[in-house]
Nanobody, 125 residues
């Protein structure tokens, strides 16, 4: 499995937007999978942000619902996270994640098997 490649992080002011993208370590065109985004502030626990499965079922963390949108382009094998109306509390390292085991329901808080190196998002007030 190749390591996911994330991009799109950066520094923005509160109310701004960013669009993260990632090529996950699983094929989005074949088989069953769950892919998503997890964030972590150094020194704090990881927090599931969003997930999407092979059927297009989507789930969000309560903290981001209505502001973030997860999507995927199977042909490009790319996962996206459009983040709007960003808040300082969204500041974190965002990781692209994937899983094909199917041992847990596909949700942002699941224990993903594959992780990228992360991309940093900083939101200033």
């Amino acid at each position: 499995q190749r390591e996911p490649e994330e991009s799109g992080g950066g520094a923005v002011q509160a109310g701004g937007s960013l669009n993260l993208s990632c090529k996950p370590s699983v094929s989005l065109s074949h088989g069953s999978y769950c892919v998503g985004w997890v964030r972590q502030v150094p020194g704090k626990e990881r927090e599931g942000v969003a997930s999407i499965d092979h059927e297009g079922n989507i789930n969000y963390a309560v903290a981001v619902e209505g502001r973030f949108a997860v999507s995927k382009d199977n042909a490009k094998n790319t996962l996206y996270l459009q983040m709007n109306n960003l808040k300082p509390e969204d500041t974190a390292i965002y990781y692209c994640t994937a899983d094909i085991n199917g041992w847990e329901p596909c949700r942002p808080e699941m224990r993903f098997a594959y992780w990228g190196r992360g991309t940093e998002v900083t939101v200033s007030s």
